[in-house]
């Protein structure tokens, strides 16, 4: 379950609640409506941060974020590579 007002996402069926970043969530938010496109880093960067420029390294912080909280469960591992 994601929530994204309160920046947070829920476990199922444990319900551990993970807060994250508003950048991430958008980053998440931006993957989910992308799905199932790929998108670059460029679009990435682009679509979550902009007009800000940042460095690949918020950029990666903001991915593997996810990725640990998402890789709770195996059947997500192939949403982010």
Known sequence: LVVPKLNQIVEY??????????????????????????L???????????????SDNSFYQAVAQLRKILNTDPQYEEYIE
Request: no cysteine.
């Open 40 to 54: 670059s880093i460029d679009n990435l960067v682009e679509l979550v941060w902009h007009p800000k420029v940042v």
């Open 13 to 38: 069926p444990t319900g551990r609640e993970y807060t994250v970043t508003p950048k991430v969530m958008k980053l998440l938010l931006v993957l989910v409506d992308a799905k199932p496109e790929p």
